[in-house]
């Protein structure tokens, strides 16, 4: 199992804890939208440090943005594994091909 996949076995084990005792349950609980918000947050703050250069940085706010992700995706019951399979689909198109017919 990836780390990643741990993660996302660990957001949705949250989701029914305490959110006074669980970061990722009171996410959840503040519902879809402050997840989206928190998410694009993170993304920001990942997109800074892209600038600014410093690696360590940025694959510390990589991390929050991929965890803040994982979440989200959570509070709308989409799981990694649905991501997933949309990569898998189109690792057969060309990026270019690809995004030409989402159109």
């Known amino acids: ?15 029914n804890a305490d959110p006074e005792s669980s970061w990722t349950a009171r996410l959840l609980a503040d519902g879809p ?3 989206a918000r928190k998410f694009g ?10 600038i600014r250069g410093d690696r360590t940085r ?5 991390a929050d943005t991929l965890y803040h992700l994982l979440v989200m995706l959570a509070a709308r019951d989409v799981t990694l594994a649905d991501v997933e399979a949309v990569l ?4 057969s198109r060309s990026g270019i091909a690809e995004k030409a017919g989402r159109g």
Do not use: D, N, P, Y
């Not at 947050?41 to 892209?50: D, F, G, K, L, Y």
């Not at 940025?58 to 990589?62: D, F, I, K, R, S």
């Open 1 to 15: 199992m990836t780390t990643l996949e741990t993660l996302a076995e660990t957001i949705l084990a949250r989701r």
């Open 41 to 50: 947050e993170e993304a920001i703050e990942t997109v800074v440090e892209a």
């Open 88 to 91: 898998e689909g189109r690792q």
């Open 58 to 62: 940025l694959a510390e706010e990589a």
């Open 33 to 35: 939208e402050r997840c």
